[in-house]
């Protein structure tokens, strides 16, 4: 029988993903925003918005409580991101 290679910081059923895992989702995400270039910042706040998703159900998963608010935060920090930018 053929096993899969377990898919890296996903969240994927079935996968245990590590607290550090997770953090590297976070910390990917926040490059997206920061490193986003002229005219791409909606493309990146949704890959960020993805991953944000993806670390905060990974917590969840893991029953890791910092982390899901860590990830809920940057959400909302977004959110507001986002709020900012439809009023200019």
Do not use: C, W
Not at 11 to 22: A, F, L, M
Not at 24 to 40: S, T, V
Request: aromatic residues 2%; proline residues 3%.
């Amino acid at each position: 029988m053929r096993q899969h290679a377990p898919s890296r910081g996903t969240g994927s059923k079935g996968d245990i993903v590590e607290p550090n895992e997770i953090f590297e989702l976070i910390i990917k995400a926040d490059e997206r925003i920061k490193y986003a270039k002229p005219g791409k910042g909606d493309l990146r706040a949704g890959q960020a918005r993805e991953l944000l998703e993806q670390a905060r159900d990974a917590a969840r998963e893991i029953d890791n409580d910092a982390l899901v608010k860590q990830a809920e935060r940057r959400l909302a920090d977004l959110d507001a991101l986002a709020a900012e930018n439809d009023l200019a």
